[in-house]
């Protein structure tokens, strides 16, 4: 069975960096077929994706809302993908999630994955 851990969330001040990670383990799972994506959600929002990278890490997605200032990166040895967020505001302020096996395009959508972690939280506060 699938499963995805983040990690990495925490409290940072406005213009502050962290860096998540989305490790996955279970069964026999590669990046080299499968897409990740991170979403997140503020509190009384809905889930919004921000990013993706496709299978193989060929390419890459990005929200408006994040654009120039998060970058996806993928470890396929490690089956492992990094969100790194610089420039954060209090606005990034949400539960981040990762998840595995859907369509890496322009507008990243929920329903088209299919595996997710339970998220970790971010925190952009002075």
């Known amino acids: 069975q699938l499963q995805l851990v983040e990690s990495g969330g925490g409290l940072v001040q406005p213009g502050g960096s962290l860096r998540l990670s989305c490790a996955a383990s279970?069964?026999?799972?590669?990046?080299?077929?499968?897409?990740i994506a991170w979403f997140r959600q503020a509190p009384g929002k809905e889930r919004e994706g921000i990013s993706c990278?496709?299978?193989?890490?060929?390419?890459?997605n990005y929200a408006d809302s994040v654009k120039g200032r998060f970058t996806i990166s993928s470890d396929n040895a490690k089956n492992t993908v990094y969100l790194q967020m610089n420039s954060l505001k209090p606005e990034d302020t949400a539960v981040y999630y990762c998840a595995v096996n859907g369509l890496c395009k322009e507008t990243i959508k929920v329903s088209e994955w299919d595996y997710w972690g339970r998220g970790t939280q971010v925190t952009v506060s002075s």
């Open positions: 279970g069964f026999t799972w590669t990046l080299d077929y499968y897409a």
């Open positions: 990278i496709s299978s193989g890490g060929g390419s890459t």
